[in-house]
């Protein structure tokens, strides 16, 4: 998929903030407080930031590395269906090549959100004690997490319900049952403007 793109020695702040899925302007805010090292152009604003360097931050805040040298596309799905799961990671992570982390509750997505960083949350509408509309809304609220895409799963919503969400944040909506094909074409289709 991403995989050819060569890793450059220095790069500009929007492919640090891609590498680290985090908007340009959280990139900008890490250089500027000296978090991040790097360079300015000479009479220009525009920062660069050596590999050698990112990779030594992301090292130091637990970010997983293998987005670096793939551009792997890392999905999370939240859900209690251990079936569906089951077989939803193993077919992205063999056929589609993702990384996949699964998060069985609310509380376990918001923690693993931060470390993992996805690029896109596959989260059941229905699961025990989450209000799956506000975990949406904590996602596009987290600066580091803007660019994390939000497709929400449901086997009981009508269509009226379903377009609800996608007004209410959500970049993308999926039936259950569904085949394995629809969720790829749902990630591909919500993470395409990123790329």
Not at 18 to 46: E, H, M, Q
Not at 134 to 162: F, R
Request: contains cysteine; proline residues 4%; neutral net charge.
């Amino acid at each position: 998929m991403h995989a050819t793109t060569k890793v450059k020695d220095v790069l500009t702040t929007g492919e640090v903030a891609k590498i680290c899925n985090v908007a340009p302007r959280t990139v900008s805010k890490w250089f500027d407080s000296g978090a991040l090292t790097g360079y300015r152009i000479p009479g220009s604003k525009d920062r660069r930031i050596p590999l050698t360097q990112l990779i030594r931050f992301m090292k130091q805040h637990g970010m997983p590395l293998n987005g670096l040298m793939t551009g792997q596309m890392r999905v999370m799905i939240v859900d209690e269906e251990a079936d569906i799961v089951e077989v939803l990671e193993k077919i992205l992570e063999d056929e589609a090549k993702y990384e996949v982390e699964v998060a069985k509750s609310g509380f376990d997505a918001g923690v693993m959100a931060e470390k993992f960083r996805p690029h896109v949350i596959l989260l059941d509408m229905h699961l025990k004690g989450v209000d799956a509309p506000m975990v949406a809304k904590h996602v596009k609220g987290n600066s580091d997490l803007q660019l994390t895409k939000m497709i929400a799963m449901s086997g009981k919503m009508t269509d009226d319900e379903a377009k609800g969400l996608l007004a209410g944040g959500f970049d993308g909506f999926l039936r259950k049952p569904f085949h394995v094909r629809q969720v790829i074409e749902a990630i591909e289709d919500a993470t395409a403007v990123v790329y």
